[in-house]
Structure formats: structure tokens, C-alpha cells
């Protein structure tokens, strides 16, 4: 089985000497080697299959379910080709970040650098003498962001699945066998949702001590069929009887395009995943197969519900299309198939900060009490994302928040960055520089817009 490293050991690393001034002890315990497979490992690695499922399943999260609303802060025209537009984009960087990841690797003589890594070699490089003295600070930026971002995801997730776990429970007596357009509902909570996110925590926790990616692909695998059967059942209604879309408006305002902004950036989640992904794949250089494949497939998956879910309600689109989903029986099981998939997708979510913090903590642990800190944290990180989930009740703005803020860094302004940084000394092109330059520029001013 393929073991994702704990202690953080890389053995295809030269030896580090002690007195290294630009790395600290600290670093170099907390290096983020679940990213890499030992060559004696390789042949029990991640299959082309396995690899595209978590792909798929990294990406199809609950932001999918709010890119109707996306639209309509975007407006009909302007809202699919500015979607298709920045998942032709993101793919882009995520194919920068492999590059750059690949050229390090073969100066550096490693099998494989992560993403933080990789902004840190890159750094020590560069012309620039600061910058070169400087370079550990690249890696922890990076490091920081994807805690930032893959948390976000799952204190999102908790919100995600409480609160559609609250809706069945609370509309049962007024669910019906058969299935008309939603009205409104005004109905008193009997339970506060935390109630809900705290019978969840127990659950997550327990999920989250699997720490192999092949055992998880098992998972992923129960909740893509629960993700496609809950697409399946969405797809089927909002299909029926669309109205007339002259009505709708084909360009929204600036201020409301920027939620659409942010909310489609969140959705494309698996830029964290990446390098991780490919990492551990049995036949690593197949990866660019899989991540063309796969992503194809989630931005056709992304612009049809968009689109078809903003024609078919229009000016009643709520933040989840599943709340715009007539209540009856057979749709109120699309919320908890999707929670379901939701619910074993977090623990790929969750993945990335966990390799990243758990070598820095168990290397201040003694030998016997290693598996001690490693659940411990685990354990802490999922109650965080839970009392963040608590104190932030707005799924729409969390989302857009998230998206705009820590997302779009590391999806849109570090990989161009990136590429300019390391292959600037080969004679780079003026058209490329001039191409990273302006994506970086659109990834900060929609960061900054944001705030």
C-alpha cells in the first residue's frame, strides 16, 4: 500500500548540513514529503483511474451547487464565457505549476517537489540577492495560503452538510411523494444547526485518521457515484419547462460580477491537490492525460448547470441550487447523496494542511508519542474548521470570501509568478512573460476587489 509519509523524510534529498543559513532545523523536519513516493513505492502508486476520481471529486464540491447564483451575478451572456474563461485559466496554471515543479525536480535531482517547494527553489535562483536570502519565506506564503484555502474548503463543507442535514429534518412532515415547484416555506427550527455540525464532528474525525490516498480513492470512489446520481436527478428537473431566457438579463453590475468571481475561482478547488495527486500516481508522467480528461470534464459539468440552473429559476436562484429543488421525497435525497459525497470528499480536503502542519508538530514528539500528535492534530484541525463553520453561518459569502481571497492566490497569481521566476534564466519569450504578468494581474485585482 502506498504510505503517505508522516515524519516528513525524503530519501531522495542530499543530506543537510546543520549550519545551512538558509534553511532552519525546523524546516527542514516540517518538509511536506506527503507529496512524494519513494521509487520502491511507485508500483503500488495511484492508478490513471483512482488519480482522475479524486481529480473529479477534488473539484466537484459544494461550490458547483452555487454556480447558478454565480450567473446571475454575472448575467446569461457574460456569466458561461467568463466561467469557461477562468477554467481554461486555471488549468492553464495548474499545468505551469507541474512544469515548473518538473523542471526543479531535474536541477534539484529530486523525484518530486510540491508546491511549496517549488516556490522555494525557484527563490533561490532568482537574481535578486534579497529575495535569494529570502527563499524559505516563498514556501511558507505558499504553505500558509493552502491551510488557508483547503480549511476554508472544509469549514464550508461543515456548513454544507449541516445545513441540508437541518432542511430534510426540519421539512419532513411537509415532504411529499409528489414533486411540484418549491414554495416558500416558513418553518420554525426545532434544532440550532450547531446542534447539527456537532453530530457531524464526530464522524469526520474518525474519517480523517485514514491517512493512505488508495484507501481513501475507495471513498472517493462511493462519493462520485452519489455525486453523479444527485447531478443526474438536478439535471433531470431543471431540463423540464424552461422559461423564456429573454427576460433575464445578459450582463449584470461590477460589483455583483465580482461575487461570480469568486465563487467560480472557489469552485475550481483542486489546484492544492495537484502536485499531490500526480505525485503519488504509479505512472506520474500519465498525470497530464488525467488533468486535460478530467478537467474537461468539470468545466463542461460546471458551465451546463450554471447556466441551465439560472434560466430554469432566474431572479429566485437561491446560494444552493438544491434549495430551489421541489420538496418531495425524490429531491430531498439529491441533498443527502450530495452531503454523502460531500461528507468523504472533505477528508481529500483535508489532506493538504494535514501533511503540512503534522510533520512540524510530531517532530517536537518523542517516538512514543508520535501517533499520539499526529491523531491530536488531526482531531484539532477538524473542531477548527467546526467552530469556524459555527461562528460564519453565510455559505454564499464564505465561499465568495474564500475564492477571492486565498484561492485566487494560489490558483491565478503564484503559478505564473512561478514560471517567470524559474525558467527567466532560460531566455524566456516576451509573449509569455507579458501572458504571466497579465494573469497574475487579474488574479490581484480580483483578490483585492474582493476585500
Known amino acids: 500500500m502506498l504510505k503517505i509519509s508522516l515524519l516528513g523524510s525524503d530519501n531522495n534529498s542530499e543530506p543537510k548540513s546543520l549550519d545551512d543559513g538558509s534553511k532552519s532545523l525546523s524546516e527542514s523536519r516540517s518538509s511536506i514529503t506527503s507529496e512524494s ?11 490513471i483511474m483512482q488519480t482522475l476520481i479524486h481529480l473529479l471529486k477534488c473539484n466537484i464540491g459544494t461550490g458547483l451547487l452555487g454556480l447558478p447564483l454565480a450567473m446571475k451575478n454575472a448575467g446569461l451572456l457574460v456569466g458561461p464565457f467568463s466561467l469557461l474563461a477562468i477554467g481554461i485559466l486555471t488549468v492553464h496554471c495548474m499545468v505551469i505549476l507541474l512544469n515548473c515543479a518538473h523542471r526543479l525536480s531535474q536541477r534539484l535531482q529530486k523525484t518530486f517537489v510540491n508546491y511549496g517547494e517549488a516556490m522555494m527553489y525557484s527563490l533561490e535562483t532568482c537574481p535578486n540577492t534579497w529575495l535569494r536570502t529570502h ?42 411523494n409528489t414533486c411540484r415547484p418549491r414554495k416558500i416555506l416558513v418553518l420554525t427550527p426545532t434544532l440550532d444547526i ?22 481513501l480513492s475507495v471513498f472517493s470512489t462511493l462519493a462520485s457515484i452519489t455525486t453523479l446520481w444527485s447531478m443526474a436527478l438536478i439535471f433531470e428537473y431543471i431540463v423540464q419547462e424552461i422559461p423564456d431566457p429573454r427576460n433575464l438579463p445578459l450582463m449584470a453590475s461590477w460589483k455583483t460580477f465580482l461575487l461570480f468571481f469568486g465563487t467560480a475561482i472557489f469552485t475550481f478547488e483542486g489546484v492544492g491537490m495537484v502536485l499531490s495527486l500526480r505525485n ?72 493538504v494542511p494535514a501533511e503540512i502542519i503534522i510533520p512540524v508538530v510530531i517532530s517536537q514528539a518523542s517516538e512514543s508519542w508520535v501517533l499520539f500528535a499526529d491523531l491530536s492534530v488531526r482531531t484539532a484541525l477538524v473542531c477548527l474548521t467546526c467552530v469556524s463553520a459555527i461562528l460564519i453561518p453565510r455559505l454564499d459569502l464564505v465561499i465568495s470570501l474564500v475564492g477571492s481571497v486565498s484561492s485566487s492566490a494560489l490558483a491565478l497569481i503564484i503559478p505564473p509568478l512561478l514560471e517567470l521566476i524559474t525558467f527567466y534564466p532560460e531566455d524566456m519569450s516576451c509573449v509569455t512573460i507579458a501572458k504571466d504578468i497579465m494573469i497574475s494581474i487579474l488574479g490581484l485585482l480580483g483578490h483585492r476587489r474582493q476585500n
Open 280 to 351: 503519488q500516481m504509479k505512472h506520474p508522467q500519465q498525470f497530464s492525460f488525467v488533468l486535460y480528461l478530467g478537467m474537461s470534464l468539470v468545466i463542461i459539468l460546471y458551465t451546463c448547470l450554471g447556466t441551465l440552473g439560472y434560466m430554469k429559476f432566474g431572479s429566485n436562484t437561491q446560494a444552493s441550487i438544491t434549495l430551489n429543488l421541489p420538496n418531495c421525497w425524490l429531491y430531498q435525497s439529491v441533498k443527502l447523496m450530495y452531503s454523502i459525497g460531500i461528507f468523504f470528499t472533505y477528508a481529500l480536503q483535508f489532506h
Open 194 to 215: 450547531r446542534f447539527y455540525m456537532l453530530a457531524i464532528l464526530p464522524f469526520l474525525i474518525l474519517l480523517v485518521f485514514i491517512q493512505n490516498l488508495r484507501v
Open 135 to 176: 527563499s524559505v519565506w516563498g514556501r511558507y506564503t505558499v504553505s500558509f495560503l493552502l491551510i488557508i484555502t483547503q480549511l476554508g474548503f472544509c469549514s464550508v463543507y461543515f456548513m454544507f452538510m449541516a445545513d441540508n442535514l437541518q432542511q430534510m429534518v426540519e421539512e419532513a412532515y411537509v415532504t411529499s
Open 37 to 47: 513516493v519513494r521509487p520502491e513505492e511507485e508500483a503500488n502508486g495511484l492508478s
